[in-house]
């Protein structure tokens, strides 16, 4: 509303909300820092889990960053905000979720902090924007060079990853299994490693325990054959990959068959039971043995499959016969006709196998699968849940470190490191930059001080006892929560993909930013009266929403 000759001039609708300078600010970082503070506790190898219940009912127990935020049911446009970052550290990374979120919180308290001493927000977000940048050369100069062939340093990415998850009980077999993965679907081109986590298929059932996982040389497809008579267990496999349907077409247009006499009917369905058998003829012409099609196979084409002793599965998903084309090496034809024996991939074995009462397909001893199976067991649902995702956990912090081939010590470490050398920037700038620059380096240390706490230690007197370690020149030196102490992290085989670090500070640092730039929040509702979403009725909601 402004005041134009003493008219007041409505220029938002009714119902609308509005909250300017410092309170749209605060409330901006009272939010996100919610969030942050509901996760913190998980951080870390002795991090505490969350017991999420939704609405029907259903409960999700786990201690991974990402999938808390994203079934908390968030409102508040500013904690929204703070979910992106765990969601584009998942995306990216598959790992550290966790770090990016509490770091994006912390930022915004020290922020907080600054504001309070009259200092604008767009200096302190110029500020952060030049340690960020600072930060990501201080963390590529520490990395540490790594390769495929590093299986025991592989190892330990993955072990690190899967530390203080659900599937801590069985994390060698894992992480074995896990390396064996990426190293088997990792192309290098130009000296340079790419790896599509796509081409790993994580596949869960229950029953059995986590150490009870496999890995499987092609790929797991959760169907059964079509035909009770076809043999169950194929070697030397033979493999067509079609994307058409085994069955009659229906004309395309509307067309009406005018039959007068009862041999006519007969001839109309021996022709069909003809093209039928022809289609499977054509099939077994090629030398196939197995068949997987994308779309359905007709009940009379089954039974002249199984008669061939060909094994047949129908409606396989999209993504699964990628993944086929790449494990066996066949082609997916989507013309039967055109099919030939060149088209054909090659596995040696496929076989039907019962898994906690359900039927499903294994391909395996594929030649050199470029598409692989990880087949995830474990005592209940929730247990099962959780080891999947400290598998996904796993195979991003490997793929990440191959990827860019740097890595670093874990346990707060690089933290403690880069908070101690962007200090040492800070003096050389000048200006109010300098305390914005100070201000995140305290954030980055909020990384060893929430390990510490998890641990048990006393967190100023560790974060004394690092500090002094690091001006020594020991910059492997973090917290061993396990131990409770502080030590050398390499020497323990704790160690972490380098993009882990650096995504986590440039997702944290720009959402920050973001945040610290917004001074006016205004809310339009649809209905006069009903309160904005994540909103209160004198203007942005403070805390958490009741959705939380």
Request: glycine letters at 10%; one cysteine or more; aromatic letters at 2%.
């Amino acid at each position: 509303m402004a005041q134009y000759a003493g008219q007041p001039i409505f220029i938002l609708p009714e119902g609308a909300l509005r909250t300017t300078g410092r309170d749209a600010q605060k409330n901006n970082i009272m939010a996100a820092k919610a969030v942050a503070e509901t996760i913190k506790t998980t951080l870390g190898p002795r991090g505490m889990d969350k017991m999420l219940v939704d609405d029907l009912g259903d409960i999700v127990i786990t201690n991974d960053g990402a999938t808390i935020v994203d079934e908390m049911n968030i409102e508040h446009p500013a904690a929204k905000m703070v979910v992106e970052v765990a969601k584009t550290q998942d995306e990216e990374v598959g790992d550290g979720t966790t770090t990016a979120v509490i770091l994006t919180g912390e930022l915004l308290a020290n922020a907080e902090k600054l504001m309070e001493k009259g200092i604008h927000s767009s200096i302190i977000a110029k500020g952060y924007r030049m340690a960020a940048a600072k930060a990501q050369e201080i963390l590529e100069d520490i990395g540490k060079k790594i390769s495929l062939k590093d299986e025991k340093l592989l190892m330990e990415i993955a072990t690190t990853a899967m530390t203080g998850k659900g599937a801590e009980a069985s994390k060698e077999v894992i992480a074995k299994l896990s390396m064996e993965a990426i190293k088997q679907i990792a192309e290098e081109e130009d000296g340079k490693i790419s790896v599509d986590m796509d081409n790993v298929k994580v596949e869960k059932k229950e029953g059995g325990s986590s150490a009870d996982s496999e890995l499987i040389q092609g790929v797991i497809i959760d169907k059964e054959r079509v035909h009770s008579g076809m043999p169950k267990k194929v070697e030397n496999a033979k493999i067509a990959l079609l994307d058409v349907a085994i069955e009659i077409k229906e004309t395309e247009t509307d067309a009406k068959i005018q039959i007068t006499d009862p041999n006519q009917l007969q001839a109309f369905i021996s022709q069909e039971e003809n093209l039928l058998k022809e289609m499977v003829e054509t099939i077994a012409k090629t030398g196939a043995n197995a068949v997987f099609c994308q779309k359905g196979i007709d009940d009379l084409a089954q039974h002249f499959l199984s008669k061939k002793g060909i094994f047949a599965v129908r409606r396989v998903k999209k993504s699964d016969m990628e993944k086929l084309s790449k494990a066996t090496g066949g082609t997916i034809v989507t013309n039967i006709k055109d099919l030939t024996s060149k088209d054909l991939g090659y596995a040696k074995t496929i076989e039907e196998k019962k898994i906690s009462g359900d039927e499903m397909t294994f391909v395996s001893g594929c030649k050199n699968p470029k598409s692989v199976s990880l087949l995830i067991r474990g005592g209940t649902e929730h247990v099962v849940e959780e080891v999947e995702r400290a598998v996904k956990d796993a195979l991003g912090g490997i793929a990440a470190a191959v990827e860019v081939g740097l890595v670093v010590p874990g346990g707060g470490a690089p933290e403690i490191e880069v908070a101690r050398r962007l200090r040492e920037y800070a003096d050389t700038v000048g200006g109010r930059e300098q305390l914005a620059i100070g201000a995140f380096a305290d954030a980055v240390e909020l990384i060893p001080r929430t390990l510490a706490e998890s641990a048990g230690l006393d967190a100023i007197d560790t974060l004394v006892e690092l500090r002094a370690e690091h001006e020594k020149g020991k910059i492997d030196t973090g917290v061993l929560v396990l131990d409770g102490k502080i030590g050398d992290m390499w020497k323990k085989g704790v160690i972490e993909p380098l993009k882990i670090k650096t995504q986590a500070i440039k997702s944290a640092s720009e959402a920050t930013e973001m945040i610290l730039r917004i001074d006016d929040v205004i809310s339009s509702t649809k209905k006069s009266g009903e309160t904005p979403s994540g909103m209160s009725e004198g203007g942005m909601g403070g805390g958490m929403p009741s959705g939380m």
